[in-house]
């Protein structure tokens, strides 16, 4: 090659994908440093380091996280539970599909937040309501996705099963299930994505008691900004562990299928 | 059958013809097992539609007998008569149409954006692994933060008024749609791109002819999940931070205590997001209407 390569190809590629957020950041700090803007809500990424450490020192991230977490994983619980029940009933028996089906997917046409209001005058505004709307925002996908992956179970797979004369039960828990798996993993996966969502949306929503949420909307109020971006962190940083841990679960609990294949 | 109105006459006189032979039918040894198997598969299309009514219409009644007896306070539940009288009455007055027409150019303007931004995105690191490499570490990162997680950022910095919901019904739909355009194009086979290479295709041609009609359905998948995110994005800024649209009719109604401003007003929202998203589906059937030709 007569001309060296250009700047942005000979940096090492694992390296490549610092260059931007620490760009952003030397930025950030530049502005800061050199008073580009007086504005109160521009704040060193100093201030933010050091509420991160004042907050987390003294319980309130704990408090407030631990609270988040508890509903997130309550109304997870009992909507992902919900979920399955209700969508293996829709998927196993047609009839119940015919009755209830349709009148299961009009309902899920309606924006998730929409129900908050309705919510907040049926169970208040503490954490009932909030792990109501929660088991809500569970509920829904895992129903999709539970209807869908037993409905593309094989006819082969029964017919086999058939052969072998296998049980009802037996056929539910060794075939049906099995094959339905990674469509069921799929919405439960969604499911806790989607909770994570709808609980800062139920802590906007229904303002009461602590949160991670309540925190971002009082950083907010009292125009703190290091809070507010320190909260944008740490709502991400558990959105990714959230993710992170469905997926490893989810390998784990799959591995059976990749290893068949593996043997042949 | 010179007046308009005769076709409807004939039709009538035939009904009545039939009606007359009717009773005849069991005579006729051919006709009535022809009409009975005919009215029995007629009943077999419909069964399946028909049985899917008995369960909210006793939900309904439930819902109207509760109200009727007042089982509930109707501060908590009103009747459906009440729900349906207010929708009739937000439709007669023109109420509802101001309110659905801001939110609806909300959510074109925010999706349009986010769908320009997310595409391009896509498109970028889904051709150049050397800009994949330098802007998907950061953009998978601001992706795990949800839309809510920025609101209250965003709130800070621009306020909030118009700025705030476009920015953010465009960041709802602008992840889902970049991260599926970039692996849309991701999966497009190399066989495609060498047979370009060797007919001399330009970079243009080969992103318009090979690689964006290849990679359509991933591509499409996204802006339909966008626009769901988007219409979701809608409602909630809506009702955390408006003075008018369709989130905010069900605040309002909310705050007044009217739940049947609240029920009609999300039977709105629900209606509206359903249509919409039919209606990209309808455009979808058109776009890949040309994949037909080739078979």
């Not at chain 1, 994983?73 to 829709?90: C, S």
């Not at chain 2, 498109?123 to 692994?129: D, E, R, T």
């Not at chain 2, 330098?134 to 700025?163: C, H, N, R």
Request: proline share 6%.
């Amino acid at each position: 090659m007569a001309r060296p390569a250009p700047l942005a190809q000979r940096v090492p590629r694992p390296l490549r994908g610092w260059v931007l957020p620490l760009g952003l950041l030397l930025v950030w700090w530049t502005a800061f440093h050199f008073g580009w803007s007086t504005s109160p809500l521009l704040v060193s990424p100093t201030a933010v380091w050091e509420r991160a450490l004042r907050y987390t020192a003294s319980g309130e991230l704990r408090e407030a996280l631990g609270a988040s977490l508890w509903r997130n994983l309550a109304g997870f619980a009992i909507g992902a539970t919900g979920g399955l029940l209700f969508g293996a009933a829709l998927g196993f028996s047609r009839r119940f599909e015919r009755v209830v089906g349709p009148s299961f997917h009009t309902l899920k046409q309606i924006s998730l937040f929409a129900w908050i209001p309705l919510i907040s005058v049926w169970f208040g505004l503490g954490d009932a309501a909030k792990v109501a709307f929660l088991s809500l925002a569970a509920f829904f996908p895992v129903v999709l996705n539970t209807f869908e992956g037993i409905r593309s179970v094989p006819r082969e797979l029964i017919e086999v099963a058939r052969v072998l004369r296998l049980t009802r039960w037996q056929v539910l828990s060794r075939v049906a299930l099995p094959s339905a798996a990674p469509s069921i993993f799929a919405g439960i996966h969604l499911a806790l994505v989607y909770a994570w969502l709808a609980t800062l949306g139920a802590e906007y929503l229904l303002v009461a008691g602590k949160g991670i949420g309540n925190t971002l909307i009082d950083g907010r109020e009292h125009l703190q900004m290091d809070l507010v971006i320190f909260g944008v962190i740490v709502v991400g940083a558990v959105g990714f562990t959230l993710n992170w841990l469905a997926t490893q679960i989810e390998n784990r609990l799959l591995a059976w299928r990749g290893s068949t294949v593996a043997q042949f | 059958m010179t007046t308009p109105l005769s076709p409807l006459l004939n039709h009538r006189a035939v009904l009545a013809a039939a009606e007359l032979r009717a009773p005849l039918a069991p005579g006729v040894p051919s006709a009535q097992p022809r009409l009975l198997s005919s009215a029995r598969r007629a009943w077999r299309a419909l069964a399946p539609r028909l049985v899917s009514w008995p369960f909210p219409l006793l939900v309904l009644l439930l819902w109207y007998l509760g109200c009727r007896f007042e089982w509930i306070a109707p501060q908590v539940l009103p009747s459906p008569a009440t729900v349906w009288a207010t929708l009739v009455d937000m439709f007669r007055s023109g109420d509802i149409w101001l309110h659905l027409q801001v939110s609806l150019v909300r959510v074109f303007a925010g999706f349009a954006l986010g769908l320009a931004a997310g595409g391009a995105l896509g498109i970028a690191m889904g051709l150049s692994p050397t800009f994949k490499d330098y802007v998907y570490p950061l953009f998978k990162a601001f992706s795990q933060v949800p839309v809510l997680g920025w609101l209250p950022l965003l709130m800070l910095l621009v306020g909030i008024d118009e700025t705030l919901k476009i920015v953010l019904i465009a960041k709802a739909a602008l992840v889902p749609v970049a991260l599926n355009t970039y692996k849309g194009i991701q999966g497009v086979p190399t066989r495609y791109i060498e047979v370009a290479r060797v007919l001399r295709f330009t970079r243009w041609q080969l992103l318009t002819k090979v690689v964006l009609p290849a990679a359509f359905a991933p591509i499409w998948n996204g802006v339909r999940y966008g626009f769901t995110h988007a219409w979701l994005a809608l409602v909630v800024v809506e009702l955390l931070a408006s003075s008018e649209g369709i989130g905010y009719l069900i605040v309002y109604g909310r705050q007044l205590f009217q739940l049947d401003v609240v029920l009609a007003a999300v039977v709105v929202v629900g209606a509206v997001g359903f249509a919409l998203d039919k209606a990209l589906a309808l455009i979808e059937v058109r776009l890949t209407r040309w994949r037909r030709a080739g078979f």
